[in-house]
């Protein structure tokens, strides 16, 4: 709001939350953060493309549970998250917010683990070179 009202110039946000202020031109979309350009916003250059050679950050999600939860639960949980990530309505809804869907394989059981463990890494390395604390 305060980028519409003109009190900050800029700022990063998500897509889902700016989609709506992007369409009807309430803001400009400068660049994305993704590796890639956004289908959604084919026009919106990446960071990497004009000043940021090789960045590339973006939000994600993971369901976790606690450790030592029951495998049945885990996968009675997964089943229903995989469920819900087939509704075409759903998925087609996350898409018009330009937020870009992996494959099940990609976030579900180890390699959500695998995915969490080296962003955890990369952001750490991330703060350990700019004197951020993370503790």
């Known amino acids: 709001?305060?980028?519409?009202?003109?009190?900050?110039?800029?700022?990063?946000?998500?897509?889902?939350?700016?989609?709506?202020?992007?369409?009807e031109a309430k803001v400009r979309a400068l660049a994305v953060t993704s590796k890639v350009r956004l289908p959604q916003l084919k026009d919106v250059p990446t960071l990497a493309?004009?000043?940021?050679?090789?960045?590339?950050?973006?939000?994600?999600y993971g369901i976790?549970?606690?450790?030592?939860t029951p495998q049945a639960a885990l996968d009675k949980?997964?089943?229903a998250y995989?469920?819900?990530m087939s509704d075409k309505a759903f998925t087609?809804?996350?898409?018009?917010?330009?937020?870009?869907?992996?494959s099940?394989?990609?976030?579900t059981g180890a390699a959500l683990g695998k995915h969490t463990e080296a962003e955890v890494a990369?952001?750490?390395?991330?703060?350990?070179?700019?004197?951020?604390?993370?503790?």
């Open 104 to 107: 099940p394989e990609q976030y």
């Open 82 to 84: 995989l469920k819900v």
């Open 1 to 23: 709001m305060d980028v519409i009202g003109g009190q900050v110039d800029a700022i990063f946000d998500q897509t889902n939350t700016a989609m709506p202020q992007i369409k």
């Open 122 to 135: 990369r952001w750490k390395a991330v703060a350990a070179k700019t004197n951020i604390s993370v503790d």
């Open 64 to 68: 976790y549970a606690p450790k030592g």
């Open 92 to 102: 087609d809804r996350l898409t018009e917010q330009a937020i870009q869907l992996l």
């Open 49 to 60: 493309e004009t000043v940021l050679p090789g960045f590339e950050a973006s939000t994600w």
């Open 77 to 79: 949980a997964q089943q």
